[in-house]
């Protein structure tokens, strides 16, 4: 069973750090292209980053460039996002995904989400 | 950017009734359209991806249509575990991008 777990959401003061990790089982993590979608209160989903199977490849979208970095441990079986200059703007539930093995750019199974709350 | 727009926002449906949701886009996507089902404090559910295909495990009362910049998803006869609320994603163009999701709620 395909099973995707984020962590490290919490509390931050505007202009803050997080790291957020994701840790995949049931599926052969380097084999696929992931991503991290969010949901900021009371809003749809949106994309935020994606990675490819060996981190070569990362894009982002053009909100959080210069201040999100997205890796991954295959090693691990792990995903990361680091998120540096919050804004109250990129308070949100983060959700980890898979691509779809053939098609990167929808999502195939997702994890339940990690809070995120910018606020001094 | 690719804008997604989704109607109704909200849409209530009797159990057993059919509910069709509309999805357009800014520009056409072809048939490169995912449709997701999502629930308060629940992982979101792939539905169905190109526009009409089921996603694995997805039963038969969700069917997909349209191509270009319209899209339709429709419940053939809603059940208790049906009401959620649905988005819809493009993956035609960079950025991906989502609509504002149309809550389908009990009547």
């Known amino acids: 069973e395909v099973q995707l777990v984020e962590s490290g959401g919490g509390l931050v003061q505007p202009g803050g750090s997080l790291r957020l990790s994701c840790a995949a089982s049931?599926?052969?993590?380097?084999?696929?292209?992931m991503s991290w979608v969010r949901q900021a209160p009371g809003k749809g989903l949106e994309w935020v980053a994606n990675?490819?199977?060996?981190?070569?490849?990362?894009y982002y979208v053009d909100s959080v460039k210069g201040r999100f970095t997205i890796s991954r441990d295959n090693a691990k079986n792990s995903l990361y996002l680091q998120m540096n200059s919050l804004r109250a703007e990129d308070a949100a539930v983060y959700y980890c995904?898979?691509?779809?093995?053939?098609?990167?750019?929808?999502?195939?199974?997702w994890g339940q989400g990690t809070l995120v709350t910018v606020s001094s | 950017e690719i804008v997604m727009t989704q109607s109704p926002a909200t849409l209530s449906v009797s159990p057993g009734e059919r509910a069709t949701l509309s999805c357009r886009a800014s520009?056409?996507?072809?048939?490169?359209l995912a449709w997701y089902q999502h629930k308060p404090g629940q992982a979101p559910r792939l539905l169905i991806y190109?526009?009409?295909t089921r996603a694995t495990g997805i039963p038969a009362r969700f069917s997909g249509s349209g191509s270009g910049t319209e899209f339709t998803l429709t419940i053939s006869s809603l059940q208790s575990e049906d009401f959620a609320v649905y988005y819809c994603?493009?993956?035609?163009?960079?950025?991906?991008?989502f609509g504002g999701g149309t809550k389908v709620e009990i009547k």
């Open positions: 995904a898979r691509n779809y093995v053939t098609t990167i750019g929808m999502f195939d199974y």
């Open positions: 049931g599926f052969t993590f380097s084999s696929y292209w």
């Open positions: 990675i490819k199977q060996d981190g070569s490849e990362k």
């Open positions: 520009q056409s996507v072809s048939s490169n």
């Open positions: 190109g526009a009409s």
């Open positions: 994603q493009q993956y035609n163009n960079w950025p991906l991008t």
